[in-house]
């Protein structure tokens, strides 16, 4: 492959492209289902709760890649941020499509039931929020996560924060402000409309 660098867990753009280019090329495929497999996997069970669904949808999302592979750009986002992009599209249709056939969810153990649902409420939509959320924030520097985390998500005082981390409430203010910012752009980079 090629050399890495400070990145967590990431390879330069030169590797992803390489990767993403060779998607028509079924070493490449593999290659790639060797780096994000596991995780896409995981992502998928989480969301669905059943692990036969959730192969299917990692299965389903490589195959979607494979055939869209000369839509991908690398200049706008890492192959693996393009794979959960795809694989979100994917959960979302075999959620909606066991939303349509609920006789389907009786044939396997009954993970969602999906009788209880509101009217046009999507049952993975919240999951899927979550980890988009979740993976966005992971992007963020350590200050700016802390504070978005603790005062935005947990819905404490800045002033609260601030002197548990023993700093001006302005400081927490900024970090909030620009991280909130920042993972705007992350979730634009992901393909997710906050």
Not at 71 to 86: E, G, H, K
Request: net charge negative; proline share 4%.
């Amino acid at each position: 492959m090629g050399r890495r660098h400070g990145r967590r867990g990431g390879s330069t753009l030169q590797d992803e492209a390489s990767r993403a280019d060779g998607l028509r090329d079924e070493t490449d495929v593999a290659r790639a289902y060797a780096a994000h497999g596991a995780e896409l996997y995981r992502f998928a069970l989480r969301g669905l709760g059943d692990a036969a669904a959730a192969q299917d949808v990692v299965q389903e999302t490589f195959l979607r890649a494979w055939r869209a592979a000369d839509r991908y750009d690398p200049s706008l986002a890492s192959l693996r941020v393009w794979l959960f992009a795809i694989a979100r599209n994917t959960l979302l249709d075999h959620v909606r499509a066991a939303g349509a056939r609920p006789w389907q969810g009786a044939l396997v153990a009954d993970v969602t039931d999906v009788t209880t649902g509101a009217v046009g409420e999507d049952p993975g939509e919240d999951v899927l929020r979550g980890w988009v959320v979740e993976e966005a924030l992971r992007r963020l520097s350590p200050e700016h996560r802390t504070a978005v985390v603790e005062t935005y998500l947990r819905d404490r005082p800045p002033a609260e924060v601030a002197a548990e981390l023993g700093v001006p409430v302005g400081t927490v203010r900024s970090r909030v402000f620009y991280g909130l910012k920042a993972l705007r752009v992350a979730m634009d980079e992901m393909g997710v409309e906050p």
